[in-house]
């Protein structure tokens, strides 16, 4: 089982901070992702998204296991 977070807009849109998903050995962020746009019933499409594989940032290719925690949020900036 992995678990997955969610930050700012991302959070919002889809109306909770986290969720719990059993996966296939093998699967990646983007996977990850693409179940929980089932789930929730929304499309994060076009939406500008970094992702974090045990807090440290990968690509969407980024190969998850079990045991790992995801998060998913906007670009952000400072000033």
């Not at 190969?63 to 000033?79: C, K, L, N, W």
């Amino acid at each position: 089982m992995i678990s997955v977070k969610f930050f700012a807009s991302v959070r919002e849109r889809l109306g909770q901070a986290s969720i719990d998903l059993e996966l296939q050995a093998g699967s990646t962020v983007a996977e990850v992702l693409a179940q929980v746009e089932g789930i929730a019933g929304v499309s994060l499409a076009g939406q500008h998204l970094l992702a974090a594989r045990n807090q440290v940032h990968v690509p969407f290719t980024e190969s998850v296991a079990d045991g790992d925690e995801i998060a998913f949020f906007p670009p952000v900036t400072g000033g």
